[in-house]
């Protein structure tokens, strides 16, 4: 695996110069100012000037629904993704992993306010953002931001914190991976490297553009598509996040699991979940929380939310069936393990495709994943030969990758999806080419892995050397709970 490593950092090394950049944030309203016809007036009056066009105004139910949605999505790391990962953590490590989902969540939201929505969602460049929001400075009651239709914006407060929730729940993901033996310290540190020179540079290549009130005529649409991020440029398809968030982290856990090492004991002592009633649960707040994440990246309470929340609640669904029905054929029984993966790999792999396919599109979508993410933490886990604790990569990366390529396919009209909008002509684009909208994923897939998997090398590489990445061997052995954080979670 080292000569992919140095493959993988020499493929990428230019990546890491250029940066980050963000999505949608703009100001109240871009109407041109109309001119009235003169008004008839006794002798030579002069036209009267036409009064400027009122500041647009957020809808209370669009604010309302995403108020909801990011207490949905801060929900599902909060307690979703805790009880998720310390039921399936040894019992000597459950507190470890809801300290790390703690701290991390607090210090990327500390992080998302003094840089990272600047960095992300204000324009500067095609690979990050500007210094328009550093501190969130000039943000107010009354800012807004653009949504997907013309002429109707959110507050920008609510945008903002939307997508905090976002990048507070991408980097807790990461540290499934390499659970029960990293240490604190250079998990947090880790972190903060890889959210300012992975998260946010990805999340604006793909996510951010100006918004569509300026758009008129096809110069205009080529203008504004040239202020807008590098993937978005391209066309890439990611309604809520399977490049930014999925496979972001995951290869960043699957470095992380390389270059930490395994576990004591992996692969000759049993090292079962301890609790699976807190994996079911967990991933039953991972499900609900997630009408959140992928509802409300439609940014509106409007038929796109509508859409992309029956495509969640179908694409899970199929997914724990095609999980649990494959697990019984090739094991011989259904396992709840099992079940809850499988809900995990249909939310990751319809998340991209969320409001961009039909909802028989969905169902394909959620059975290919169930199915090919137990391939994933099985067959392709082997093959790889990595200690990934808790399997970020074998679901959030095979997942995300499924869902970002299959968005190409299903995405098709044909095929029930809502194809490509045209803002010119303000109508579905008649035409659409499988084909080249799954090199437009790929090329968003590709860069993603190279980006994240570059700066993770050299982020744990970096760590390693300053400060160590592991904890002692008596300490892994006693646990991470106690030799940590000085508790237990269960006192007997």
Known sequence: MLTWMKRLVAGGAMALAIGATGVIVTSPAHADEAKKPAVTAPAAAPAAAAPAAPALVPNKGDTAWML????LVLLMTLPGLALFYGGLTRSKNILSICMQCFMVFSVITVLWALYGYSFAFTEGGAFVGGLDRLFLGGMTPD???ATFSKGVVIPEYVFM??????????CCLIIGSFAERAKFSAILVFMIIWFTFSYLPIAHMVWFWPGPDDIKDAASLEAITARAGWLWQKGVLDFAGGTVVHINAAIAGLVGSYVIGKRIGYGKEAMKPHNLVYVMSGAALLWFGW????????????GSAALAFVNTYL?????VLGWSVAEWILKGKPSMLGAASGCVAGLVAITPAAGFVGPMGS????VFAGVVCLWGVTGLKKILGSDDSLDVFGVHGVGGISGALLTGVFADPALGGTGIWDYVANATAPDYSIASQLWIQAQGVITTLIW??????????????????RVKEDEEREGLDISSHGESAYES
């Open 68 to 71: 909801i949605s990011t207490a």
């Open 143 to 145: 800012s807004v931001a």
């Open 315 to 319: 694409a899970t669904a199929a997914a």
């Open 161 to 170: 914190a939307f997508q905090a929730v976002f990048a507070t729940i991408t």
């Open 291 to 302: 009408f959140g994440f992928n509802a409300g990246s439609a940014l509106e309470a409007n």
């Open 452 to 469: 994240s998997g570059v700066v993770s090398f050299i982020a744990f590489k970096l760590i390693d050397i300053v400060i160590g990445l």
């Open 363 to 366: 169902l394909a979508i959620g």
